[in-house]
């Protein structure tokens, strides 16, 4: 079996080399494909453009800090990384943050979704804007995060896993070839195995919901589900009731299953997460927005080592559905605050594969 696998990853690593190789194509990419992403040393990374001064400041920081000849050398114990997802990893304009989509299809589309009228229309309202890509008003977008958990709450882990399974395969809105399982962005799939490949632990530090984030990450990005880190649901048996769960004995007849919203991992509770869950302090940090602000600065503060953050901009408007203003927004304060900037649209080379484009 293990052969196989093997071999099967030797087919699909070949397969896409061929196809860069000898029609100057990168074609969407499955989540196999992703997969067998591997980049080991700084000549092997393809979808980024050869020119990238964002590309040549990480690996010259990466040679800097694995090199045991360095004052700058990092222990591999301390070699931690730490990753945003929506708009750092993975498509967060499709048409909206993943966690939001995936809300919004099960309360709609799910015949065993049992909610209120009130919050089957609060979806309803939610997606009428994202899916015309029309702001979202500030009185769905405020109460979003209690909503969505609303949704989610009654799943157990094995049927919010199977349901993530099948939106996995329904495709992106306003990107053609290209399902939700799929939407990563090429290059930062390279960034985690290059870093990898040198000896950094890499977490996922998520305001999306953990156990979605588990789902879509397996089986494509090499992450254990102990070192993806997200917002949270409760979780409690079945039975529990409104009895605490400091007070409540399990039982084997109860299942276990989630709750409404416990917390929002975002901006300063990011940074509270590293400290609780990872303990160590990261040296590298990627991240796209403000929510990931907080979890840069503490990267950088008094760290013993030396460290980086990088800032990706949603600047592309031709391969992507970017923000401009944004982006320059993201662009000003990161100078202010020596970040380092990743251009979706200068940088990259392919964003998810030449095949894949807007629709509008």
Request: overall charge negative.
């Amino acid at each position: 079996m293990v052969k196989r696998k093997h071999f099967a990853s030797i087919l699909a690593i070949t397969a896409m080399l061929t196809s860069f190789t000898m029609t100057g194509t990168i074609e969407g990419a499955s989540r196999a494909e992703l997969a067998a992403i591997h980049v080991n040393k700084a000549g092997n990374f393809q979808y980024w453009n050869r020119d990238s001064a964002a590309k040549e400041k990480l690996v010259s920081y990466v040679k800097d800090v694995t090199n045991p000849k360095s004052p700058h050398f990092i222990p591999v114990e301390h070699r931690l990384a730490v990753f945003d997802m929506d708009g750092t990893l993975l498509g967060e304009r499709t048409p909206s943050y993943t966690d939001g989509v995936f809300y919004a299809d099960r309360v709609l589309h799910d015949p065993n979704c049992q909610v209120s009228a009130e919050d089957k229309k609060f979806a309803q309202d939610y997606w009428d804007a994202i899916s015309q890509r029309k702001p979202v008003p500030p009185e769905i977008d405020n109460n979003l995060y209690n909503k969505l958990y609303a949704g989610l709450a009654g799943m157990t882990p094995q049927s919010l896993d199977t349901y993530a399974q099948g939106f996995m395969k329904k495709p992106v809105i306003g990107l053609t070839n290209l399902t939700y399982g799929e939407a990563f962005y090429m290059p930062m799939v390279e960034v985690i195995s290059y870093l990898q490949s040198n000896d950094f632990t890499c977490y996922i530090v998520s305001a999306s919901d953990r156990p979605l984030v588990r789902a879509l990450t397996r089986d494509v990005i090499h992450i254990r589900p102990d070192q993806i880190i997200g917002s949270d649901p409760q979780i409690v048996a079945n039975h529990q009731g409104n009895t605490d769960g400091g007070s409540y004995q399990m039982t084997y007849e109860d299942t276990i299953q989630y709750g409404t919203l416990d917390r929002v991992n975002e901006k300063m509770n990011k940074v509270s997460s590293i400290v609780r869950e990872i303990g160590i302090q990261p040296v590298l940090a990627f991240g796209n927005s403000s929510g990931d602000y907080s979890m840069f600065r503490y990267t950088l503060k008094d760290n013993p080592y030396k460290a980086e953050v990088f800032n990706v901009l949603c600047d592309d408007t031709q391969r992507e559905y970017g923000r401009p203003e944004r982006a320059e927004r993201d662009k000003k304060t990161s100078d202010e605050n020596g970040w380092n900037t990743i251009s979706m649209k200068n940088d990259w080379k392919t964003i998810y594969g030449d095949n894949v484009k807007k629709t509008n």
